[in-house]
């Protein structure tokens, strides 16, 4: 059984880091790949980055350049968001979700594309 939990949300100010992580279990394929998705109050849920595990390749929204980075311990079945230069509109619950399939890091995957889902860790900045 494929599990997804996410962990690192919190309360920072404006300007602020975060980390957030998503451990994955129960795959039964070495290559994969991971979104981060978040959703705001009254909003629809966003993708952020993706990242897949066999050769790294990445993708971000354009929302989140330059701030955002993803990455992936192979070793430890771990993807990290690093998120800086925090602003208030990145509030949301953010949610790691997991694809059995190769992303060539072209464009950034719909939530629909996604097999897995963990269940969400909350993100708020303050202004």
């Known amino acids: 059984e494929v599990q997804l939990v996410e962990s690192g949300g919190g309360l920072v100010q404006t300007g602020g880091s975060l980390r957030l992580s998503c451990a994955a279990s129960?795959?039964?394929?070495?290559?994969?790949?991971i979104g981060w998705f978040r959703q705001a109050p009254g909003k629809g849920r966003e993708g952020v980055s993706c990242?897949?595990?066999?050769?790294?390749?990445?993708y971000y929204a354009d929302s989140v350049k330059g701030r955002f980075t993803i990455s992936s311990d192979n070793a430890k079945n771990t993807v990290y968001l690093q998120m800086d230069s925090l602003k208030p509109e990145d509030t949301a619950v953010y949610y790691c979700?997991?694809?059995?399939?190769?992303?060539?890091?072209?464009?950034?995957?719909?939530?629909?594309?996604?097999?897995?889902w963990g269940q969400g860790t909350q993100v708020t900045v303050s202004s």
């Open positions: 979700a997991a694809a059995e399939a190769y992303y060539d890091g072209s464009y950034l995957p719909e939530a629909d594309e996604y097999d897995y």
């Open positions: 129960g795959f039964s394929r070495d290559d994969y790949t």
């Open positions: 990242i897949s595990t066999s050769d790294l390749t990445t």
